[in-house]
Structures are given as C-alpha cells and as structure tokens.
C-alpha cells in the first residue's frame, strides 16, 4: 500500500536511506531535512511495515525533483520502487508539473523508465540551494536524469 508520510514515518525513511548511502548508492538525508519535507514524501508500506519511500518536491514552475526513492533491501526487485516512482509521477502530473528530474547514481533503475541523460548545468539554479550543503559540492557524481510528463486532460 502506497501513503503519504507521517511524522512518525521520519526516522525509518532516514534508516532506510542510510543503508543505500553507506554503501554509496544513494547520498545521506538529515533527519531535519525529512521533517521538513515530510509533505513530499509517500511511503510503502506492507504488513503494517514501512519498506519504501520517495520524495516529490517541487522545485519551481512546471519542474519537480524525485528525491530519496529507496526500498528496503530484503524487498528489492519486487517492483516496489517502480510502483513509488509511478505513483510520484501520476501526483506530479496531478499538481501539473510538466517536467521531473533526478539526481542519482542509479541510472539504469531511471533510463529504463523512460528518463533520458541531461547535464545537471541545465538544470535550473534554484536547485543549487540543496546542493552547496552537500558534502560532495562542488565535486557533484550523481548523474542527472529527466522526465518530460504527457498531460492528463
């Protein structure tokens, strides 16, 4: 079952990120930061277990980032991110976002869903804001992928 986040969902989608993140597949999330942001995330959840996770933040008109899509290890390769990232997608199209990138080291998970390839330098400067705290600025390795989303009439 995919929900939106709770408050009480915070540290759970931060321990599941911090498993990715170690092993350098995805980057760290402060706690604060998914506080924050909690409004943009949904969850998956199984059994009454939270296994899954994605943020949609609006970063400016018609443009959207896909942030934080993580899946329990021991649930991987269920279709469980797909599902997330599907979800996320539809709600994009809902708010009317026309466009939706992401910042990952997993491309293929992303080029095999319809992203394609783009130089992160064109990406608009607003989204630099997350970037300077980060402790890889200005050294970025995270490929950038984008997504230009057919309206729904």
Sequence with gaps: MIRTAKISDARKIQSLIKVWADEGKMLH?????????????LVFEEDGELI??????????????IRSLV??????RRGIGASLLKRSLEEARRIGVSEVFVLTYVTDFFTRRGF?????????????????????????????VALTLEKND
């Design 52 to 65: 899954g996770a994605v943020a949609l933040h609006v970063v400016w008109e018609e443009l959207a980032e």
């Design 116 to 144: 394609h390839i783009i130089d992160k330098q064109t990406l608009p400067h607003k989204i630099w804001n997350d970037c300077v705290r980060c402790h890889k600025f200005p050294d970025c390795d995270e490929t950038a």
């Design 71 to 76: 899946v329990d290890k021991r649930r991987e």
């Design 29 to 41: 999330r402060p706690l604060n930061d998914i506080y924050e942001q909690i409004r943009d995330f």
